[in-house]
């Protein structure tokens, strides 16, 4: 056959693979508009929307609730106004009883270098600053104001906590801010604090305890 061309005879046979094979062109996938106006809207789709609805809504009031309470809790307050700060945190809803303690700054004098009567004194590091208070429990049981939980900030945010040994001779008058102050009873005293010779004190924290988170209040002026 080398150098011959080779004829088939008649037409070219084409062998069945079997079944037909049919071919559809490729249809894009439709996809529906869901109008609220319409009366043919699917009902899941619509419960759907609402949920999400009233979902949004609940979150934004919560916004606004919070940003309520962080506004109220960041307020600023005049210095050496009247300020309620809670007692004992209360244990449960039913043994929780109204008031807790009123708590006036009436005067903030520095500088001072000792406390205390002669041959006892107590010598600051620095200096005291010594805060004039009245406290009120506006409570209905006897109740201990504690002041090693009060706080003092100057105006580098530096905090410092009160002198205990000096809180005792400043408070030897009877009643004294130390001891338990009975219901719709008010008490002065003093709460002093051993603070840098440079410090210029800004602010003030005052709590009933040491487990309350307290309130924050600018303070007056400091007398030299």
Known sequence: MDGQRVRFSGAPRICSL?????????RATTIRVI????????????????????????VAALALITF????????????GGPVVVRGL???????????GFAVRVKRVRCGVSAVGPDGWEQRADGQFCLLDVRVTNNGV???LFDSSAQRVYDTTGAAYAVAAEAAV?????????LDE?????????????DVPKDSQLSEVSLHGSMTTPGIRMSLPAAEQ
């Open 18 to 26: 079997g079944d037909t094979v049919t071919y559809t062109p490729h």
């Open 35 to 58: 109008d609220p106006d319409d009366e043919g809207v699917d009902e899941w789709a619509l419960r759907w929307r609402t949920r999400v609805w009233v979902g949004g809504g609940i």
């Open 68 to 79: 309520g309470i962080w506004a109220v809790a960041t307020a600023d307050r005049p210095a």
């Open 89 to 99: 945190p209360a244990a449960d809803a039913a043994d929780t009883a109204p008031g």
């Open 141 to 143: 049981e006897p109740e």
């Open 169 to 177: 001779f400043l408070n030897d008058d009877s009643p004294t801010l």
């Open 181 to 193: 102050i009975r219901p719709r009873t008010s008490v002065n005293g003093v709460l002093p604090f």
